[in-house]
């Protein structure tokens, strides 16, 4: 088998034909010529499109190499997300969503519990989840957690599920397929927004889910043609085009958080740094056995919310933005959202392409200048 920049440039292109590109461009197609009987799969543009194949086949490819899997795309990493768990369970089903992750489930959970579905919350660490299994139709996981970079133990965790019978899906936003292959570590299915790391520049709303059953993965995409959730050709083909330098960007990534959290390891003023590639960091060992890159994502906390603003406008080559995983480097102040258990001062940083050490002195610089603020 390839290794996995290779996996990656080449990743889902089709046979080369003589005068065509290696990578189609989008098509542009609410429906095809289809006379006689609708057989074949290109029939009308909210079912199938060419440019989704190519780009489904490729995420395939890095989620499960060597393994026959099944991708489909979305119109965003929420609408993944609603695909994967609306497409599965129903009204007296029970669902485990875990309590800090990404700040729209509690909305999830609201929609949820709505259509009378039981939804129970617990904390990423130490596995709780499993605490509150019992019975239940869905296991939810993020891990790493977003914001706040605690780990589950994914085997763990689908060990345990599948001996009553649960289904395992695993939110794989944080790490993209190079960090961690949820499909390897036994989840049924790997949802992801590829709004964030996957794609990488920040410009484009995209997400898609990975299966290997049939069966669950037939009633996502009857999900996604009810619902309509759909990708446009233009942004499945900018997906797929960036692809093809996820494991440069991926590498230049980790590194830079690497470093970032190293340069902020027992600074002055600086409390609760995490980063799962710290080898102290309380989640480093489970990250160690199922991760291959830690990625792009920190959080450190600042005395104050007015020292955290400060160091946010000192910056100059790290913008104030939500979001993460892009090639520039962002950061915000998380708690200006509400929602996340999280200190005023709570900074979550995501670590760019930027050479390292302009990276690394930018922080820095920004830290000293707004140290007596
Ligand atoms: C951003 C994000 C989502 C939602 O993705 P969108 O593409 O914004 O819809 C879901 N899960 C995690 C962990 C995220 O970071």
Redesign the pocket.
Known sequence: MVGEGTRAVRAGLPEPVKHEPTLPGPVFAAHFHLPGDPTGPYAYGRDENPTWTHLERAVGELEAPGRKVETLVFA????A?SAALFSQVGAGDIVVLPND??Q?LPLVREQLTAYGVEVRTAPTAGNAQLDVLEGAKLLWI?TPS?PGLDVCDVRAMVTAAHAQGTLVAV?N??STPLGQRPLELGADLSV?????GLTGHGDI???HVTGSDPQLMAAVRRWRKIVGAIPGPMEAWLAHRSLATLHLRNDRQTANALAVAEALRGHNGVSGLRYPGLPDDPSHKIASEQMRRYGSVLSFTLPSRARAEAFLRSLSLVEDAT??GGVRSTAERRGRWGGDAVPEGFIRFSAGAEDTDDLVADVLRALSDTAGD
Not at 76 to 79: E, F, I, K, L, P
Not at 192 to 196: I, L, Q, V
């Open positions: 965003s990493g929420m609408a997300i992750g990404y729209v993020e977003n939110d936003t944080l992801a927004s590829d709004t964030k709303l995209i997400g979001s993460f």
